[in-house]
């Protein structure tokens, strides 16, 4: 069985402060995973990607994520939050494969207080 | 760069009429994909296709939904007949084996 979890559905930081949102996954394969981001009343972009390569893994906008198998998280990270980044996010498993799987996590808002 | 394109941006239907959303997909990506959202809920996985065929659909993809990739470049979703319920947003998405999935901008389904 494959699974994503977002501990947090909501995580409110200060501008200027870090972001850290919270991903778990369980996976019987080696997955790729992906963080997408959601602004309201938009479409979905890719922030990010793990496809076995680095375990650090930088994406657009400042963001970044490391891959830990031994706790098998997938967290995001950014040192300096900033009021463009008030969105949705989205963690994403895919389970490799002819028929490959796909599952979304629940999401995360976050909210950047000025 | 390539994109996935969906139309109509906004569909507005009376409900028990059938619909159809359109996808045109990357050119080169052999999975595909469709979600929806309520508004102000999480995106809810509904099908995916791949080899010319549905490789997995949640239990939101009941009988009245259907998916067709009549050409080679669409990838249809077609609802039925239509419940106020289906209302929500519908993304379109495709991919390469294990890649990112390339979202569509969606396509806002009203049902009247």
């Known amino acids: 069985a494959q699974s994503v979890t977002q501990l947090d559905s909501h995580v409110s930081v200060s501008e200027g402060t870090p972001v850290l949102l919270r991903c778990n996954y369980s996976s019987s394969y080696s997955p790729s995973l992906f963080w997408y981001v959601q602004h309201p009343n938009k479409g979905l972009q890719l922030l990010l990607k793990y496809t076995s390569a680095a375990t650090l893994v930088k994406g657009i906008n400042g963001f970044e994520a490391e891959f830990k198998k031994s706790e098998t998280s997938f967290h995001l990270t950014k040192p300096s939050a900033h009021m463009s980044d008030a969105a949705e996010y989205f963690c994403?498993?895919?389970?490799?494969?002819?028929?490959?799987?796909?599952?979304f996590g629940t999401g995360t808002k976050l909210q950047v207080i000025p | 760069e390539p994109e996935v394109t969906q139309t109509p941006s906004h569909q507005v239907t009376q409900m028990g009429q059938e619909v159809i959303l359109r996808c045109v997909p990357i050119s080169n990506h052999l999975y595909f994909y469709w979600y929806r959202q309520i508004l102000g809920q999480k995106v809810e996985f509904l099908v995916s296709f791949y080899n010319n065929e549905i490789s997995e659909k949640s239990e939101i993809f009941d009988d009245q939904f259907s998916v067709e990739r009549p050409d080679g470049s669409n990838f249809t979703l077609k609802i039925r007949s239509t419940k106020l319920e289906d209302s929500a947003m519908y993304f379109c998405a495709s991919s390469e084996p294990l890649e990112a999935q390339h979202f569509g901008d969606g396509t806002r389904l009203s049902i009247l």
């Open positions: 994403v498993v895919i389970r490799p494969g002819g028929y490959q799987k796909v599952t």
